[in-house]
């Protein structure tokens, strides 16, 4: 039989797979149809897509962005750590006067940031700025002893050059501030010229793109084509069959102007206009090589675009083929739900919606900063998409089987906090008289703790002191006296029923509970009594009705075996004879079982406790049966422990419990079936105990047992609802009243068919 457990597992399991696996298509399908889901994008070309464009886009700018750091960090096309910077100008634009007081050596702004000298400045100024008992300025230049580990070139500091001017601290405020975003920027770029640049942010590296760019406001160029000026760049371009214009415009105050004839197609002409690569003026030209004879990424996408039918077209299905096993699983889910309930069930149900709503308004959050995410994957969206989309659905589908887990165990309303609420007025409405009090005690209460202190002052704070203290001993003694209720009825409940609580310390509702739980004891202790002495008369009714019958039965069975000596010739008068003989047998042997069952259950059996091996006495007790088991078809299996188990018994009675059991066995088991007999250690529950020999007899019954396990011990309670076997109703009773004398235990288990009773006995070493 397949366990549910692992079903539902994989159920849950596919179905966050499903969820990852369509929302990974539909990433794959909107990133080559543009997010237009237009089927017009299909018959769209490479060279008119956003993909193109981001990617002309990208190598231009790391080309601009490799030229910018080997300008700045190169000279004569190798790197110079003796190149000089000044930090007032370093971001300026246009001509400059060098200031040697705040011109420093590249290499020593670079070890000041590798030597942690930069993160204590920009901590140092973040602090400062936030400081507002001290002036900004001031509080760096009392630091400037640990901050200050680097000297421009003429070795005077920041600091002291600082009194030269009116404003010192703004001066060294102002100075630090631009010491501290000139070393970031420029360890940026020292780590992009160290580690990132490759040949493809060159402009001497082969590439697909020809390109012309000009800072018409510095006049700086950035180009990879051998000419003199923009004009010419264009010219050599043109002349060259290989390429096509892509896209040629001017930008003036930020309004950009295209070239129509030079413009590829409108999608590069919309790209183009709204992208500013170097400055607010500048002039762009660029070039392509359709044919893609480079292996750059332009070459690279444009072999996957080729495909991108293919794939939206394999998307589409699988994206299908994952909706399906989601509405399945989803489905079986759902079905498959029983009302046990978990740990997470047991929560309130408001404060459950609660939690589920407040992951989902996380889950809202994180898809609104959802560019950011992509950042970190490389611009990659499918794959952190499909799990974060099966990561909600896990949780979405947690609270729909949470949901139905409670409306089929009916505990949507019953573990609510509204329901709570609602019975807890209720209980205190229909307790306002005590409710009321209490209310009204707490409003005076605090009426005189305010009036003590506004009219009194001082001495009203010692009179605030004694009231509170005299509350405090009322309630100390009203915790007391319902301690002293909760100890009597634990007593009760632990069936001391001669306990009563002490009630001279008591008064109030406290007295008035006590002596309820008083009479309550009383009136247990008075019924129990009643109980207990009706059984007693019962079982010495059950005893002198055995007894005055047990002699004229004595005398029924002599004279039937007096009549069986006449030698009756008469066929029907020796049947006759035969009838009475059985029944007259069969009404001395329920005598006989009453007048034990009567004593068992009394308790007035004396025992004969010796040490024995458990395995001799059920081995001897079933060999006794063998015939009879024989007759009825019946087989025994055995599973017997094979070292020896030694168990603290009466052997007579324990003869006589194993004796009723199989007796019962051959009377009520199923033919040409197997009865299994097992001997085996086990672990008792109670651990004082140790381990426990269980002695367990098994057989299929005859006919199907309607009647619970715990009735069958009862008396006069039969297997058969025909009541038309000889037994007597009390072998069961029997056996169990004796097990229990011999500090055993005695389970019966009524189970598919099987009949099954378990003897439990402590074993002794």
């Known amino acids: 039989m397949i366990s549910k457990k692992p079903v539902k597992a994989l159920l849950i399991l596919l179905q966050a797979v499903a969820v990852g696996g369509i929302v990974f298509c539909l990433f794959s399908i909107g990133f080559w149809m543009e997010d237009s889901w237009s089927l017009d994008e299909l018959s769209q070309s490479y060279e008119e897509s956003d993909l193109f464009y981001r990617q002309v886009e990208e190598i231009l700018s790391n080309k601009i962005e490799g030229q910018d750091n080997a300008r700045l960090l190169e000279t004569n096309g190798e790197l110079n750590l003796d190149r000089q910077i000044d930090i007032q100008s370093y971001d300026a634009v246009g001509n400059t006067v060098q200031d040697m007081n705040t011109t420093y050596l590249l290499g020593d702004l670079l070890e000041f940031y590798e030597n942690g000298g930069w993160q204590t400045l920009h901590e140092a100024i973040a602090a400062a700025s936030g400081d507002g008992t001290q002036d900004a300025?001031?509080?760096?230049?009392?630091?400037?002893?640990?901050?200050?580990?680097?000297?421009?070139?003429?070795?005077i500091t920041l600091e002291e050059c600082s009194h030269w001017y009116s404003d010192s601290s703004g001066y060294v405020e102002k100075m630090y501030t631009l010491l501290d975003e000139?070393?970031?920027?420029?360890?940026?770029?020292?780590?992009?010229?160290?580690?990132?640049?490759?040949e493809s942010w060159s402009s001497e590296a082969p590439s697909n793109l020809l390109y012309y760019i000009e800072n018409t406001s510095t006049g700086i160029v950035y180009t990879n084509i051998s000419a003199d000026s923009y004009e010419d760049a264009v010219t050599v371009a043109e002349a060259d069959e290989e390429y096509s214009s892509l896209y040629e415009g001017e930008r003036s105050f930020n309004i950009m102007v295209s070239n129509p004839e030079r413009v590829l197609n409108s999608a590069a002409s919309e790209w183009f206009l709204g992208k500013r690569f170097v400055a607010t003026n500048e002039k762009v030209y660029v070039a392509v090589n359709l044919s893609y004879p480079v292996s750059?990424?332009?070459?690279?996408?444009?072999?996957?675009?080729?495909?991108?039918?293919?794939?939206?077209?394999?998307?589409?299905?699988?994206?299908?083929?994952?909706?399906?096993?989601?509405?399945?699983?989803?489905?079986?889910?759902?079905?498959?739900?029983?009302?046990?309930?978990?740990w997470v069930d047991t929560i309130p149900t408001e404060l459950a919606a609660g939690i589920y709503l407040i992951v989902a308004i996380l889950y809202t959050l994180l898809a609104s900063e959802w560019s950011q995410i992509t950042t970190l994957f490389n611009g990659q969206e499918k794959?952190?998409?499909?799990?974060?989309?099966?990561?909600?659905?896990?949780?979405?589908?947690?609270?729909?089987?949470?949901?139905?887990?409670?409306?089929?165990?009916?505990?949507?309303?019953?573990?609510?906090?509204?329901?709570?609420?609602?019975?807890?007025?209720k209980q205190i409405n229909s307790a306002r008289a005590a409710s009321g009090q209490l209310l009204f005690f707490y409003i005076g209460f605090f009426i005189l703790n305010i009036l003590f202190l506004l009219l009194f002052r001082r001495t009203g704070l010692l009179l605030v002191i004694l009231l509170d203290m005299a509350v405090l001993l009322y309630l100390l003694r009203?915790?007391?006296?319902?301690?002293?209720?909760?100890?009597?009825?634990?007593?009760?409940?632990?069936?001391?029923?001669?306990?009563?609580?002490?009630?001279?310390?008591?008064?109030?509702e406290s007295l008035k509970m006590a002596e309820a739980v008083n009479e309550m004891g009383e009136s247990l202790s008075k019924a129990l009594e009643a109980i207990v002495k009706n059984e007693r008369l019962k079982a010495e009714l059950i005893t002198n009705v055995s007894h005055d019958l047990k002699t004229p039965l004595t005398s029924i069975v002599n004279y039937v075996d007096l009549l069986k000596r006449e030698n009756l010739q008469s066929p029907r008068a020796r049947e006759y004879v035969g009838i009475l003989e059985q029944?007259?047998?069969?009404?001395?042997?329920?005598?006989?079982?009453?007048?034990?069952?009567?004593?068992?259950?009394?308790?007035?059996?004396?025992?004969?406790?010796?040490?024995?091996?458990?395995?001799?006495?059920?081995?001897?007790?079933?060999g006794e049966f063998e015939e009879r088991l024989e007759e009825h078809q019946l087989t025994i299996t055995w599973d017997m422990e094979k070292e020896p188990a030694y168990i603290m018994a009466d052997g007579r009675q324990l003869w006589r419990v194993l004796e009723n059991l199989l007796g019962n066995i051959c009377k009520y088991a199923k033919e040409n079936t197997k009865v299994q007999v097992a001997l085996k250690r086990t672990l008792a529950a109670n651990q004082a105990v140790g381990e426990e020999v269980m002695i367990m007899l098994q057989n299929v019954s005859r006919e199907k047992l309607t009647i619970e396990a715990d009735e069958?011990?009862?008396?006069?309670?039969?297997?058969?609802?025909?009541?038309?076997?000889?037994?007597?109703?009390?072998?069961?009773?029997?056996?169990?009243?004796?097990?229990?004398?011999?500090?055993?235990?005695?389970?019966?288990?009524?189970?598919?068919?099987?009949?099954t009773v378990c003897l439990y006995f402590p074993i002794v070493g």
């Open 583 to 622: 029944k007259s047998q069969r009404l001395k042997q329920l005598t006989e079982d009453l007048v034990e069952a009567s004593k068992i259950s009394s308790g007035n059996v004396e025992l004969e406790i010796v040490r024995m091996q458990a395995q001799s006495i059920v081995m001897q007790a079933c």
């Open 137 to 155: 300025g001031e509080l760096l230049a009392e630091q400037s002893g640990t901050l200050e580990t680097i000297t421009p070139m003429t070795g």
């Open 182 to 198: 000139t070393v970031l920027d420029l360890y940026t770029r020292y780590v992009e010229y160290t580690t990132v640049q490759d």
């Open 383 to 425: 794959l952190p998409g499909a799990v974060l989309a099966a990561s909600a659905w896990l949780v979405f589908l947690s609270a729909c089987l949470g949901l139905l887990r409670r409306v089929r165990a009916k505990t949507l309303w019953t573990n609510s906090v509204t329901r709570t609420l609602i019975r807890t007025w």
């Open 296 to 342: 750059d990424e332009l070459r690279t996408w444009a072999d996957y675009y080729a495909q991108r039918e293919t794939i939206i077209r394999n998307s589409a299905v699988g994206a299908g083929f994952f909706l399906v096993l989601l509405v399945l699983c989803f489905a079986g889910s759902v079905l498959g739900v029983h009302p046990e309930l978990l």
């Open 712 to 755: 069958l011990t009862g008396r006069f309670v039969r297997g058969d609802a025909s009541r038309s076997t000889e037994g007597s109703g009390l072998g069961l009773s029997i056996a169990q009243n004796l097990t229990e004398l011999l500090d055993g235990r005695f389970e019966l288990s009524t189970q598919e068919g099987f009949f």
């Open 478 to 508: 009203d915790m007391a006296g319902k301690q002293s209720i909760y100890e009597g009825i634990h007593q009760l409940s632990q069936g001391d029923l001669n306990y009563r609580i002490d009630t001279s310390t008591l008064s109030g």
